[in-house]
């Protein structure tokens, strides 16, 4: 009798499992058979030992081998006629009650993928962000890097004022007791800069190599540090050091720091407006992908699997521990992380997954091999060999099928976009890079 698939609730189903005792002992004597003739037994030679030990030794796990394999048979073939597709790993159970002699029985729980309909597209609203890029963006730009390479000269007899790198030794107590992080010696910040608390930067703003001062603070309510967070705190600071910027003339040897090996400031120039053009290009499509994946999210509404969503939620939780790491944090691997906050989004994440993968079959969408090229050429034109990097790119399977689910990506928004509503937006070059 065929088993019959039970549904529960939502996504989850259950169905019950049996196989013949005789046909999992048939099977486990036949693989400790072959076992024995190869196996090494204290006291015995190679292949020599009796079957009776290599079942004492043995038995068990070729026994849960046997049993997991012909239920997983069985389940296999209820789902193949089901026509259903199993999202997650399915959790077997043991049954007694109600079980024939010579037969074991389980049930198994799963969940199943969704029936995933695709919304009208034409009723969707999305934005499709534009830019334009002129000598004024380029200017931002090179002014940009010109700060980057920064040189400070210390300068005496004059007070610190925002732009400044100021060096100072500090030290901070919270009712008159010393607290950790609170004090150090030649550290240096840039004023204006925002690495400290305002509270700070206005007590250094004025003084001078050889000042001394003492100030309170009060940490805010919402500070990283629990210890200190909301209480005042007492400072006392000496500036060992006021040094003043100074910008980096656009000349040969400023092109020659930013690659550009002859020197040349006109090719620089070119180098830096295809970059930035290739960069607001890139960020600019990123909004509008981000406009048409939030139109579609909003759009449809269906059960999600929550097997999909607990590895969708431990992927992103790995991502902060790998990131909270790089940056120094010593428990990074142990710190609590609000999961109850990050599974919106991971919810989110697997629904967009399932409708773009529908939308993709429907659609017969592919990344084309000339779309995947010119992709990767686009990206190889910010590295010194472009060559080689096309060259690796396509050679290296891995790297190509990144880059065609990438184009894959672009092809489902170009789909959307041919059949929304659509609002062209120009974004602000400050705004799209970040910098405002």
């Known amino acids: ?79 193949e006629e089901a026509d259903l597709r199993l999202a997650g790993a399915p959790v077997l159970e043991p049954k007694v009650e109600g079980v024939e002699d010579g037969v074991m029985a389980f049930s198994a729980t799963f969940e199943v993928y969704p029936e995933v309909a695709i919304p009208d597209l034409g009723a969707l609203e999305v934005v499709r962000s534009t830019v334009e890029i002129g000598d004024a963006e380029v200017d931002k730009t090179v002014a940009i890097l010109r700060q980057q390479r920064t040189v400070f000269r210390p300068v005496e007899g004059r007070v610190a004022q925002d732009g400044d790198r100021v060096t100072l030794d500090f030290a901070g107590t919270i009712d008159s007791v010393a607290f950790e992080g609170g004090t150090a010696e030649d550290f240096p910040f840039v004023l204006g800069q925002g690495r400290m608390l305002p509270e700070f930067e206005l007590a250094v703003q004025g003084m001078q ?99 999909l969503v607990d590895s969708e939620l431990q992927e992103r939780i790995k991502a902060m521990r790998e990131e909270l790491t790089q940056r120094g944090l010593p428990n990074a691997d142990t710190i609590d992380l609000p999961e109850d906050q990050l599974r919106p989004e991971a919810e989110r994440r697997v629904r967009l997954g399932l409708l773009v993968g529908e939308l993709i079959r429907q659609a017969e969408l592919k990344a084309r091999p000339e779309q995947v090229r010119a992709r990767i050429e686009e990206f190889a034109q910010s590295y010194e060999q472009p060559a080689q990097v096309v060259a690796y790119y396509l050679s290296d399977k891995q790297r190509r099928a990144e880059i065609e689910s990438f184009v894959l990506e672009d092809n489902v928004v170009d789909h959307v976009l041919g059949v929304a509503k659509v609002t062209d937006e120009a974004v602000d070059f400050d705004t799209l890079m970040g910098t405002r």
Do not use: W
């Open 1 to 79: 009798m065929q088993p019959v698939v039970e549904k529960l609730s939502g996504l989850e189903r259950r169905v019950d499992l049996t196989v013949l005792v005789a046909d999992v002992e048939k099977e486990v004597q036949a693989q400790l058979k072959r076992i024995a003739r190869t196996a090494k037994v204290q006291g015995f030679r190679p292949g020599k030992a009796p079957l009776s030990i290599i079942e004492r030794s043995h038995g068990p796990s070729v026994r849960y081998e046997v049993i997991n394999t012909q239920i997983g048979k069985s389940l296999d073939k209820v789902i």
């Open 209 to 307: 190599a050889g000042d001394e001062k003492t100030f309170p603070l009060k940490f805010p309510d919402d500070y990283g540090s629990p210890d200190v967070a909301g209480k005042e705190a007492e400072f006392t600071i000496k500036v060992k050091e006021v040094a003043e910027p100074e910008l980096p003339e656009l000349d040969a040897d400023f092109a020659r720091a930013l690659g550009q090996a002859e020197g040349d400031v006109e090719a620089l120039m070119l180098e830096i407006r295809g970059n930035v053009e290739r960069e607001a290009r890139a960020r600019a499509r990123n909004r509008t992908k981000a406009s048409v994946m939030d139109a579609l999210a909003a759009a449809c509404a269906f059960d999600l699997p929550k097997a």
